[in-house]
């Protein structure tokens, strides 16, 4: 093989595991449903005037796939995107909750990096009662950085951009839509129906089911969050949307083989899941961190091991 | 056997099973301590002018009774209350701390329902180190949604309803003694000594051991938090009572056997609860959640791994 | 033997264990280790006018390895000095915390005593994982009594004593270096250059590469507390160091070659533990309780999980 053939193999393979890993954030190993989602992140990104949220998400893919090739062994892990998605992830959130200085810059490529073998050990942990990290190593590495933020002045946050929704909130059926492509967009921390849109094509594009499961999911959380009397600029932003969302497309969808779990356990999830997040939202603003994805999380392991049968 | 016979026994079957539920929450697997239990949460609920905390338990324990048959294939556990004791505590949980509108109900039967199984799961998770999820299922699910009642409009506080004390303390033997019977009757978050003497003449029906530890803990508890200072409107309310006498009770009578913990052992476990539900109350006020009975479960995890002998 | 011969051999025994349990605390199985570094807390605690900081840590060190002679079997723990390094801990943080009253004295005797069985509690749960307990006993008992204080009136507060350390921060060499060396000394919560200086000569005795993590870790703190605006009169203080410099004797010395961790996952993990760190400073701030060794623990545990090979 030639050294030009072998250079352009091996980056095509970086593309390729950037892709899958995009892809992977929302479960699905397809490059190119990764590569709509990344297309759905510029086009948020750019429309929201924050294009250094896009420039995140390819730092943070990109680092987490450089540090799996000199740290890792598991080249299997690579070529199903299990490197990048937390990095992705951190890459989003970073430049969404703080000023993109050099520091911010060093603290993203630094814990993408790490998430790579974060992954693997909360991993081999979970594994003790059949699971799965899902994206905790994210949420974990994101929580050290932005609570670090509190007590380190080079780490500044940013002003919040959210919707302001008006009062009373608008339930017209156009504005229901934009609040539910919202709240898959912001799986990714994007505010824009057009992303979220792109983000359902994605996953048609790799699972029908898993597209059907994440719209079902914003639905479902909407009309939790509304007759529960949530926060309405949280429901307009679609910041209830998104945990739901993730626990809609791996109960219903991901896991549902491998954990049998009834299309009635799985709606039960989602609106567990937007409890979860009301209450985690309500807890953690004191202490001056945001939810992120933990609200997924810990749902998505509490009915997983509900699915394993009694003793 | 008539179709009448078959469903006086379902029906039989099913009050026993929520009966022994609620004899489970003290460890008592017996329908008659739980019958006596069930008065004394009517007396207090009613003495304190709050029949909806009785209305709550008996939604709780029957939900959970419900969700069991339909959901579970170990009938066993029905059959020995462990299906009904989380969601029983639930019931009275959640009208104590939120006003009762729809919303509440039903939230208060989705999780007294959802109890069952994350019971078993959470089993699962705990037996990794020999211990059991105790009344753990009952306190993180009623986080979450006191939690998101910070978050959701429609989950609305109630005001307090705590004794006042006054200033300084009454020590009279008359008024320790309410202390200590109110101490007993918190278990069931009711704040009562009629409660208290009928939970304890529950207790004695069937174990006098368990009796007297309950007893003693609610005793060592006044104690331990007139020596240390806590505050007095708490010791007046018997909030400092519950854990220690939960602790008490599963270390010297339901865990004794098993765990060959000593009788100094679990006096010292007694003071250790005081001393974290006196942590908890001040770590979780800002967060706006109450401890509930995590104390408890907290301590008697910690005691019952340290009488598994050294490596 | 003669009676006085086996006095003096017991005497013997337990000063011997009370002063490697003092060594362990730095991971240094050694007892002249130990009693430099006792030597150190002496100083430091004299010099900074608190001397009940030097009688607390030998009464911690003393309580707990009365309670491992009364409560365990394996005598080859007390003999490692893994009896008393959590009860030393202990011994430290209360009298700086807290007024020395009675009250404070009994829950630091207490607590200290307890530590013995909480460390093989929690080092039989983290051993599913292949790790330790490491300083986390030290950790969740000090939480436990601190957290209460805020309930409890007899367990009253301390006026902090940190340096003010002027603005801007003086980073001329000589200045660099008391903070440097201050870093060192607070692993046993002391603020003095000489009690670091002491420190290290301690670790070199036993270990010269475990004296140079220290070294490095406190060094490495201080420039990445700089490099993210730090608040100046923390690093001058040294409470940026002493976490991060038990991670570097960890992770560079004492689990080296069990863990196999490269140097330059060592300076990662360093540089994340000042990250964690500054992250629970400002978390935990709300909340009343100081984050101790925490950061370390958890930075540890991750590392040496990550160290792990890919499932």
Known sequence: MSEYRFYRQRVYHFLRSASVGTGQVMFQENALSGLV?????????FES???????????????????GMMMNRDHADGHSGLWGFNGLLIGCALPVFLVGNWQMWIALVLIAMLSVRVRTALDNVMSSWGLGSLTIPFVLLTWIVLSASHSMAALAPVGSHTVNAGFPLDLSLP??????????SQVFLIESPVTGALFVIGLALCS???ALWAMVGSAVAIVTALCFGAD?????AGVYGFSPVLTAVALGSAFRQSAGISVLL?????????FVQAGMDAV????????????????????LLMSVRTR
């Open 175 to 184: 504005a229901l839509a934009t609040y539910w492509l919202r709240g898959i």
């Open 284 to 303: 953690l603003a004191p202490l001056g961190i945001p939810a992120l994805t933990a609200p997924f999380c810990v749902t998505t392991w509490l009915f």
């Open 208 to 210: 029908l089911r898993a």
């Open 49 to 67: 005037g924050r294009p250094e949220i896009a420039l995140g998400a390819l730092a943070g893919v990109i680092s987490a796939n450089i540090a």
């Open 266 to 274: 799985t709606l039960a999830a989602i609106v567990v899941t937007v």
């Open 37 to 45: 989602f990344i297309i759905g992140i510029f086009w948020g990104a």
């Open 232 to 236: 309405p600029n949280g429901i307009a």
